[in-house]
């Protein structure tokens, strides 16, 4: 066992993610859902996001979980604040080297290759947005990679997610503030 990592918490997590949370949960908002994964999982994503769990890294389940832990749960648990992204460039770092180290390619499960994946959809970096594409469409399935498109294409117009603005304090151009009026807009 590597010091640091903690396989138990790591399992629950991913194990409560995977196996005892329905899909259509993971992207919706549900407070009672949102509530559960910050009564869990809260400490353990503020852990994260100090460092404290780098060890996690070294070994596939524990990268994944602190992926989850640094760009999901903070989506959940902080949600419409900006400190939901606050793990999205450690979560991108982690994914990365999960892709070279072949960690992604070698998970059976498409939606855990799905949510190793997720930090290249929420950078807000074209170039990455743009490495992320063949990933997902390697890696996951016809919707994801659709999904990530449409992410990319908002990159590509805007060089940012108008969705985050108001969130982090950055003025939104009028054409951001008619984007985001449009159905879909809002992801």
Do not use: C
Not at 20 to 42: H, L, N, S
Not at 47 to 75: E, I, K, M, T, Y
Not at 147 to 169: E, K, S, T, W
Request: avoid cysteine; aromatic fraction near 12%.
């Amino acid at each position: 066992m590597i010091e640091g990592f903690r396989s138990l918490d790591a399992s629950a997590l991913l194990q409560f993610w995977f196996e005892e949370t329905p899909p259509r949960q993971w992207f919706g908002k549900d407070p009672a859902f949102d509530e559960a994964v910050r009564e869990r999982f809260g400490d353990l994503a503020e852990q994260a996001l100090s460092g404290s769990l780098a060890a996690w890294g070294q070994h596939p389940a524990g990268a994944l979980a602190l992926v989850l832990l640094l760009d999901q749960v903070p989506r959940q648990i902080w949600r419409d604040q900006a400190r939901a992204f606050a793990g999205d460039r450690q979560a991108l770092a982690l994914s990365r080297a999960g892709v070279e180290r072949g960690w992604v390619a070698a998970e059976p499960h498409q939606h855990r290759r799905q949510f190793w994946l997720m930090p290249w959809m929420h950078a807000e970096d074209l170039a990455v947005q743009e490495a992320g594409l063949p990933l997902f469409s390697r890696f996951t399935d016809a919707r994801t990679a659709d999904y990530a498109r449409r992410h990319r294409d908002v990159i590509a117009r805007f060089g940012r997610f108008p969705q985050r603005n108001a969130l982090l304090g950055r003025h939104s151009s009028p054409e951001e503030l008619a984007f985001l009026q449009q159905p879909g807009s809002r992801f």
